[in-house]
């Protein structure tokens, strides 16, 4: 599938963001996805995942509690609500799309597991 993340831009800390992907192609529902993130100089990290019909979801422990990661097969988009934002969330966002593998729930945090990336959107969070 290929992917489009949007929805970034400039915003408070303690204030609140929604980022959407969506993406082109019939096997979207077959898919699980994920966000991750990259700030200036580090790597790239994992932020959440969602099955293929979004009944399980995983995040990353620097985000459990702030953000939510959900999906709408029908519009063929993830989305991911983002609130009290901290300056440490600043990055450019990335989703991902991959295979509902066996291994997928133990693996969900390695960039290896997704065969899609969509190109990133920036969040800036000012203190």
């Known amino acids: 599938v290929q992917l489009q993340a949007f929805g970034g831009g400039l915003v408070q800390a303690g204030g609140s963001l929604r980022l959407s992907c969506a993406a082109l192609g019939r096997a979207f529902s077959s898919h699980v996805l994920a966000w991750f993130r990259q700030a200036p100089g580090k790597e790239r990290e994992p932020v959440a995942t969602?099955?293929?019909?979004?009944?399980?979801?995983r995040y990353a422990g620097s985000v459990s509690g702030r953000f939510i990661i959900s999906r709408d097969n029908g519009k063929n988009t993830v989305y991911l609500q983002m609130n009290s934002l901290k300056p440490e969330d600043t990055a450019v966002y990335y989703c991902a799309a991959g295979p509902q593998t066996a291994d997928w729930y133990a693996d969900w945090t390695r960039t290896t597991a997704y065969d899609d990336w969509g190109r990133g959107t920036l969040v800036t969070v000012s203190s």
């Open positions: 969602i099955s293929r019909r979004g009944g399980t979801t």
